[in-house]
């Protein structure tokens, strides 16, 4: 059954009780500057977060900026990002990233949605991603976690990222778009999982998911009401 639409103000809520639950959430891809973590975030795509932050200091070092990476072949790229998978359309994407950088944007990454999508590899998730947490500019990255978690809660519809993206940044102040995608990303992967583990989850009398589900035999809602009944 799909969840009904909550309120803005419920929304707001969820959001704080989330917030609560996974203090200082935040991208964990490492990164020193917006260049870093455009690179990193085209990495991510079918790949852990880990693992990227293992192959980029080398990387780095190699290609410091968009100059350096624009010079290189994306036979010299591969080799340093074999291991994020899918390298070879990984390293042809970086070095077109780098060269459109470099020729159109005086080697800077642009503060702005409608430019970063048009940079090879770059969708409308990497691009909030870097606006969000590099560069100072809302943006609210919606991936499958954010999907997941927002439908089962109800404070979105749909399997759009971008009709999710525009519904959850309808309902929040933009200086809490980035926040409000770390925290739902983060919670997908700790507590909202595939399998949700509804017991620790801090938004759980709100969550349309859980509280439209039959609960299995001596579940912990029956142990809690026994609880509450003594
Ligand atoms: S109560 Fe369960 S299904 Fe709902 S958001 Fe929390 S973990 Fe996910």
């Given at each position: 059954m799909q969840a009904p639409p909550q309120p803005a103000a419920a929304i707001v809520r969820i959001l704080d009780a989330l917030s609560a639950q996974h203090?200082?959430?935040?991208?964990?891809?490492?990164?020193?500057?917006?260049?870093?973590?455009?690179?990193?975030?085209?990495?991510?795509?079918?790949?852990?977060?880990?693992?990227?932050?293992?192959?980029?200091?080398?990387?780095?070092?190699?290609?410091?900026?968009?100059?350096?990476?624009?010079?290189?072949?994306?036979?010299?790229?591969?080799?340093?990002?074999?291991?994020?998978?899918?390298?070879?359309?990984?390293?042809?994407?970086?070095?077109?990233?780098?060269?459109?950088?470099?020729?159109?944007?005086?080697?800077?990454?642009?503060?702005?949605?409608?430019?970063?999508?048009?940079?090879?590899?770059?969708?409308?998730?990497?691009?909030?991603?870097?606006?969000?947490?590099?560069?100072g500019v809302p943006g609210l990255p919606v991936d499958r976690h954010v999907l997941r978690v927002t439908n089962r809660l109800g404070i979105a519809r749909g399997d759009d990222p971008v009709a999710v993206e525009r519904q959850l940044c309808g309902a929040l102040p933009a200086d809490r778009w980035t926040s409000a995608s770390d925290t739902l990303i983060l919670h997908g992967r700790r507590i909202c999982k595939p399998r949700p583990l509804c017991d620790r989850c801090a938004a759980r009398a709100d969550c349309h998911y859980r509280n439209t589900r039959p609960e299995p035999p001596g579940g912990s809602r029956a142990t809690a009401r026994r609880r509450t009944a003594r």
């Open positions: 203090p200082g959430a935040t991208t964990e891809l490492q990164y020193r500057n917006a260049f870093e973590l455009l690179v990193a975030t085209i990495l991510s795509a079918q790949c852990t977060d880990v693992r990227v932050n293992m192959v980029t200091p080398g990387l780095f070092e190699r290609y410091s900026d968009p100059p350096s990476l624009a010079r290189a072949t994306p036979e010299e790229v591969e080799p340093l990002i074999r291991s994020t998978g899918f390298f070879r359309s990984k390293a042809r994407a970086l070095v077109g990233m780098a060269r459109a950088l470099t020729d159109e944007h005086a080697g800077r990454v642009p503060a702005c949605l409608e430019q970063l999508v048009v940079l090879p590899g770059v969708g409308r998730k990497t691009a909030n991603v870097v606006l969000g947490h590099a560069l």
